[in-house]
């Protein structure tokens, strides 16, 4: 019997996980996508603590604006506030979501902006 889209992409997120682990001096950059917003989280896991987030739900410039510049505004908020933190690398977690559209131009303004991963 054929997965379903959410079945997939969860094998796909544990697959990738086995090899990604964040810390706290290079913590994980965990990305998730909705139908509607985009959320970023920067992410310690040796502690299991959730550092810095940001998303296009909090954010009021990326209300009623196409999804892709959603994203860029959540990437450079990420950048930004990680930066500030004193982090200036992280370990990029694409979800099981494939590194394209939305994902893609995240990781790219977060790149722009001066976080290296």
Do not use: W
Not at 6 to 16: N, S
């Amino acid at each position: 019997m054929a997965l379903s889209k959410l079945e997939k992409r969860k094998r796909i997120k544990r697959r990738i996980r086995k090899n990604i682990n964040g810390s706290e001096q290079k913590p994980r950059l965990s990305v998730f996508r909705s139908n509607r917003q985009m959320y970023a989280q920067l992410i310690d896991d040796v502690t299991g603590r959730t550092l810095l987030s940001a998303s296009s739900l909090k954010n009021e410039k990326a209300q009623n604006i196409n999804k892709i510049e959603q994203a860029k505004i959540v990437g450079t908020e990420i950048a930004e506030k990680a930066l500030s933190a004193g982090i200036e690398t992280c370990v990029f977690d694409r979800n099981g979501f494939l590194y394209h559209g939305r994902v893609q131009a995240l990781a790219e303004a977060a790149r722009e902006k001066g976080l290296k991963f």
